[in-house]
């Protein structure tokens, strides 16, 4: 599940931050600004530098987030959430999970190799990177950024260009189908996000 189900009608959220109480909508560009600032500093490492690991995964969400959040950017999250109709998995299950997770990813990742062609075990493990991702929501807020920053390392160390990960606004239909693939990944039917993933190649 992804949180941006929440950020489509968001204009109502408030969150406390160092800015002060204000809307998703008004604190939207500062966090553009954070994660653009950190995917500029992942061209700057070398690929080889991206191992997925509990530390680059808290690393993301602090660096992007930290100025505004600095009581618990970088931090998993200390409480249940439901997102939608999804039951999040309980809080202190969280640094287990993530750490298999890693693991598990690292392991797809070593199967795929360094530069990869694109191929069927390729796109599974994007799907499953971004798809298990959201369903742990590891953090109280911004997950969703998070993963893209995420993909956006992994596709620099694949060699692989950039992709959409999100549908434009205009694309109703295509943030249907999105929202839809997270959902059926939440109960391990992966086809649907590997669908997603085959278009968003065939795009890049």
Not at 126 to 143: Q, S, T, V, Y
Not at 174 to 192: F, H, K, V
């Amino acid at each position: 599940v992804s949180e941006d189900t929440e950020e489509y009608s968001s204009t109502t959220r408030f969150l406390e931050s160092s800015l002060g109480i204000k809307s998703y909508a008004e604190l939207a560009p500062y966090l553009a600004k954070g994660v653009e600032r950190v995917m500029a500093e992942i061209i700057d490492c070398k690929p080889t530098e991206l191992t997925v690991t509990p530390d680059l995964i808290c690393k993301l969400h602090k660096d992007a987030f930290g100025e505004l959040f600095p009581s618990w950017a970088g931090r998993y999250r200390d409480r249940d959430v439901v997102v939608g109709k999804y039951n999040t998995p309980h809080y202190f299950e969280v640094p287990v999970l993530i750490k298999q997770y890693c693991e598990d990813l690292e392991y797809r990742l070593s199967l795929v190799g360094p530069k990869p062609p694109v191929s069927d075990i390729l796109i599974e493990t994007l799907a499953f990177a971004e798809g298990c991702f959201l369903n742990i929501h590891p953090f109280l807020d911004f997950n969703g950024r998070v993963a893209r920053m995420l993909l956006f390392a992994l596709l620099y160390r694949l060699n692989l260009p950039p992709v959409q990960l999100i549908p434009d606004e205009k694309d109703r239909q295509g943030r249907i189908e999105y929202l839809t693939a997270l959902s059926r990944a939440d109960n391990l039917d992966w086809q649907p996000l590997i669908s997603v993933w085959k278009r968003r190649l065939d795009k890049g």
